[in-house]
């Protein structure tokens, strides 16, 4: 396995560095957020570390930006945040794992292997049509015509979810269930709102698919 550590703290980089490379993991280690890019753009990673708090960019925004510029190897956000609200912006910037600082060894190891192992799984692109609209599961891209409309990782979850039941209702606790595991700490009205907000970007899109909120139980995708 290879990774990438982005990490500011001199003493932790150095000794995450050194205990990964003790257990077989090749490491690289950057010292400040704008490097992040390039290193993984042009190397290539089985896992990025990224420390959230970082000089010039931070983790967060890095991985924002890979994910919108295409990245798909997997991320693992470091951070002393650990609220609600921090894990929920850390995932939908597009980290596929979160870990709080001060955090044990062996539970990073643990979460790098699972990482790793998705990350080795052959890609195959996976593309559906509906109508106007092109659903690519394999870059998370929705596009109607040529014209790609800009979802969020959640946002994108949710319309995959809803796509591979269309014409069937899907139950808020499966959403939660599917998209951000049952224990989670996310409402119904967090739900609510990335259901919104996707369905003001499907309305501006002008296309012949609506998400109809089926009250109290759900929502159900509908072709017009």
Do not use: H
Request: net charge negative; charged share 30%.
């Amino acid at each position: 396995m290879k990774v990438l550590l982005a990490e500011d703290d001199l003493k932790l980089g150095k000794l995450t560095q050194y205990m990964l490379e003790q257990n077989g993991i090749a490491t690289e280690w950057v010292t400040t957020g704008d490097a992040i890019y390039d290193y993984a753009m042009y190397e290539e990673y089985d896992v990025l570390v990224l420390d959230w708090m970082m000089p010039k960019m931070s983790g967060v925004d890095a991985c924002r930006q890979l994910r919108e510029a295409g990245y798909q190897r997997a991320i693992l956000l470091l951070t002393a945040r650990d609220a609600i609200e921090d894990r929920v912006t850390g995932l939908d910037a597009g980290a596929d794992d979160y870990l709080v600082k001060p955090f044990e060894f062996a539970e990073l190891m643990a979460r790098l292997r699972a990482l790793g192992r998705r990350s080795s799984q052959k890609i195959q692109r996976d593309v559906m049509e509906l109508g106007e609209f092109t659903l690519d599961r394999t870059s998370k891209v929705l596009k109607k015509n040529d014209q790609i409309i800009q979802l969020s990782p959640r946002e994108f979850q949710i319309f995959d979810l809803l796509v591979q039941n269309i014409g069937i209702v899907v139950p808020r606790d499966i959403i939660l269930d599917r998209i951000w595991g049952i224990e989670s700490d996310v409402s119904s009205n967090n739900i609510d709102s990335y259901v919104k907000l996707l369905r003001k970007k499907l309305n501006t899109a002008d296309g012949q698919i609506s998400i109809a909120t089926i009250r109290g139980v759900g929502y159900k995708l509908e072709t017009k």
